[in-house]
């Protein structure tokens, strides 16, 4: 029978019961400090007490997932001798009952609902947790409809080696054959409870249902559970494999981890929907060709191109051979000897001086075909530019194809593969180049459609415009020309823009770690282009965070990719005397990426040098890489809510949260502007006595001289004070600081509006040095605030 409604659990009023289980109910509750609802599960009285600590051990190892997959379980606590969970409320629905409503998903719908459960169960598997209980009634789907694994409550972790029998849990029907023995916790199990979904999402039918749930459990022990017939015609027969060997009885016949059951899944997909693209785009990219072949110099191009291609990927081409033909070409021969006599490849003549290298022979010899190629495709394509009549845009769009790809150099992990890392990544725009090239007014007019008004999102994506208005994507057009090249599959693969967000973990397949190098270098390159210097580095810093895991390469390094690559570009356009108006935006890709004083929260000149000791005490903060962890979800967090239009007050109460959390903070509050743009005032907090003391924090931006809070706000100086009672700090506080506000260490990170100050987060912590920050927290940070300006444009929108 089900509980009655308790009024209130801690600080949580709950609200409505959302479902009940076996082990607990589930409330829609309201959280007052946050002012947000949340989803409360309840455990039931009935539970021994050692369940409810296995219980409650297992769910605080859950709290510290992080995967937009993944419902995130906010506390565990017991109260009153009721244990509980309280987690995020995603208000869409189950699976379970989206598969009831119908219609019946096609199975290229199945299978993208299920590559993102995949996803999902992979992160908790790399963390060690195997989910045991996974279940459609266990998938909620969010607004956009994508799949988030909940319900972590019996999850257990992996012992490995462990033979210890384990005790059945789990839910009849969807129990793998070697949980229902009582096995050990292992990946597998929820494997096989994840091809039992989507055989069910295929077929429309439960798999192994029975009235008597014991009959469910020994049935999957001593029969093999199969697709059953008469599936839809799209359900062919590599889907069926998939599937099939997902339902294996015995673990060693079935996929071995959900990664690869998703690669598979993936794999069965792309054959899919890539031919039906590249039939619908043959005639319009006959059309472009066409027009392009009427242009005098692209059959040239293509030719060189061409040649270039066969004679450095042949194994029976000679030196000699690769010379000559580079030699038929005076203005491209003459531009190749300069950039091999440039710092950037002297290292490699072995510090030759004087004349340095003086024949294309010596270069071929001393550069190598590899880097040869690169360079003289490099040079083949501005060859071509140089006539045209908007050759300068044509420039800054070369320069910044050659900076991405010398970034992919820079950053590749392996010196064997660098060189195929330029090229993938000065073709993976070949589509944006050669409509700049061939077809100018396309092109702007792509840009117009892509471009946004008054610095908010962008109307179009690049590729949804360029497919409007050229009738294919940039994408395919640069892949159908590279296939008329015959430029080799591997380079294709490369200009393959991956989408979504970077994987968490490095990339292990070398060609796919390739794809997601020549997407970070070339959206590294456009950023770069497309920024003003002085707010470029935090946000190359924060793209850098977002690739660094997937490649296998920490923010700093591409921070120093990225300034070797400016250098060699300098170096580069130097001498191929490339001339640049002071105007031309491609200046910014030879300007050095510093960190400004507007957008860093390196040390403030107004900071004190001491630093106190952290101690193990009571208020210690969580560990760096726990911080940066709940920054990292937090932003994911908001992101998603304000792709739904979440409300203002919201998502900066999400922020204000996240920051408080993250940091072990006292307290965290949000001033804001007032109508005549004189005061800052406190309006909302998270912490210690927030609602009566956030009025009290007020800035006043007229005083003269200015105090310490209004200095910072004025300059837009992001600021740390480390100890509030060193002589210069304490001088310039503000007199309402001084009272019960008071605090030792404290953040100030202030948000800018058209130059003038709109509002600022304030953070404290009553001891001194408490806050520590190293630059991963400070790039996440720096986003979280600018997230809150971009809040304010929304909801002005």
Request: include cysteine.
């Amino acid at each position: 029978m089900a509980e009655d409604l308790p009024p209130q659990l801690g600080r949580f009023r709950l609200l409505q019961r959302l479902g009940e289980g076996a082990q607990a109910t589930v409330w829609l509750a309201h959280d007052p400090l946050l002012d947000r609802e949340v989803a409360v599960k309840l455990l039931k009285a009935a539970n021994e007490p050692g369940s409810v600590d296995e219980w409650l051990h297992e769910a605080r190892a859950v709290s510290r997932l992080t995967h937009p997959n993944i419902v995130p379980v906010f506390e565990a606590d017991t109260q009153g001798g009721r244990s509980y969970l309280v987690f995020e409320y995603v208000s869409g629905g189950t699976l379970s009952q989206r598969l009831r409503a119908g219609p019946r998903l096609t199975a290229a719908e199945a299978v993208r609902l299920m590559l993102g459960v995949l996803d999902g169960l992979t992160a908790a598997h790399a963390a060690g947790l195997v989910h045991r209980d996974l279940k459609p009634s266990n998938i909620l789907l969010d607004a956009r409809g994508r799949p988030r694994v909940m319900d972590f409550g019996i999850a257990a972790r992996v012992v490995p080696g462990s033979d210890t029998p384990s005790r059945i849990v789990g839910t009849p029907g969807y129990i793998s054959p070697e949980a229902a023995r009582g096995a050990p916790p292992h990946p597998q199990m929820d494997v096989f409870a994840a091809a039992v979904m989507l055989a069910e999402m295929l077929s429309g039918q439960r798999l192994n249902h029975d009235p008597d749930p014991w009959r469910a459990i020994q049935r999957v022990q001593t029969t093999d559970l199969v697709l059953p017939e008469g599936l839809p015609a799209d359900v062919d027969d590599a889907l069926r494999a998939i599937v099939q060997r997902g339902l294996a009885r015995e673990p060693a016949a079935r996929w071995p981890s959900a990664a690869l059951m998703h690669d598979a899944l993936a794999a069965w997909l792309r054959p899919v929907t890539e031919p039906d693209a590249e039939a619908q785009d043959a005639p319009v990219l006959d059309f472009l060709l066409r027009r392009m072949r009427h242009k005098s110099d692209f059959p040239a191009l293509s030719d060189a191109i061409t040649r270039i291609q066969r004679l450095t990927q042949s194994e029976h081409e000679s030196l000699a051979s690769l010379s000559n033909e580079i030699l038929k070409d005076v203005a491209l021969t003459q531009k190749l000897l300069r950039l091999v006599n440039t710092a950037a490849y002297r290292h490699a003549s072995g510090g030759q001086s004087g004349a340095g290298i003086s024949t294309v022979s010596r270069a071929v010899a001393v550069i190598g075909f590899a880097g040869i190629r690169n360079l003289a495709l490099s040079l083949v394509l501005l060859e071509r530019m140089e006539n045209k009549g908007h050759a300068q845009r044509l420039r800054e769009d070369f320069l910044r194809s050659l900076m991405a790809a010398s970034l992919a150099r820079e950053l590749c992990l392996n010196a064997r593969d660098a060189e195929e890392a330029f090229l993938g990544a000065m073709f993976h725009h070949l589509g944006r180049t050669l409509t700049e090239f061939y077809f100018p007014e396309e092109a702007e007019a792509v840009r117009r459609l892509v471009s946004p008004a008054d610095d908010g999102p962008p109307a179009l994506s690049e590729a949804a415009a360029s497919a409007q208005v050229l009738g294919m994507s940039y994408e395919a057009l640069g892949l159908g020309v590279a296939r008329q090249w015959g430029l080799p599959e591997s380079l294709q693969r490369a200009m393959r823009r991956p989408v979504g967000e970077a994987p968490p973990k490095l990339i292990e397949d070398a060609g796919e770690r390739q794809r997601w190098l020549a997407r970070a270098a070339n959206d590294m390159a456009d950023l770069i282009l497309q920024t003003p210097p002085e707010r470029a580095h935090a946000k190359v810093r924060a793209l850098a965070q977002r690739n660094a895991r997937a490649l296998g390469i920490s923010a700093d390094a591409f921070e120093h990719a990225a300034d070797t690559a400016r250098q060699r570009l300098a170096q580069m356009t130097e001498a191929l005397e490339l001339r640049l108006p002071q105007h031309s935006r491609a200046r910014r890709l030879l300007a050095p990426l510093a960190p400004s004083v507007g957008d860093s929260l390196t040390a403030h000149e107004l900071a004190p040098t001491l630093v106190l000791e952290r101690t193990d005490s009571a208020g210690a903060v969580p560990g760096p890489a726990q911080a940066s962890e709940i920054l990292a979800a937090g932003i994911q967090e908001i992101t998603d809510a304000m792709v739904q239009n979440a409300q203002l007050n919201g998502v900066l109460r999400m922020i204000l949260e996240t920051i408080y959390r993250a940091l072990g903070l006292r307290r965290v509050i949000f001033c804001l502007r007032d109508a005549r743009g004189q005061t800052l005032t406190g309006r909302l907090g998270v912490g210690d006595d927030v609602e009566r003391l956030a009025p009290l924090l007020r800035v006043d931006l007229t005083q003269q001289p200015p105090d310490l809070f209004a200095a910072v706000c004025l300059k837009g100086a992001d600021t740390l004070i480390q100890d509030a009672r060193a002589a210069n700090i304490a001088a310039r506080l503000p007199a309402a600081f001084k009272g019960e506000l008071q605090a030792q260490s404290f953040l100030l990170l202030p948000l800018m509006l058209k130059g003038a100050p709109l509002g600022l987060i304030y953070a404290d912590h009553p001891r001194a040095g408490a806050v520590q920050l190293d630059d991963k927290q400070l790039s996440l940070l720096r986003t979280l605030r600018n997230q809150a300006v971009m809040a304010f444009r929304q909801a002005a929108g």
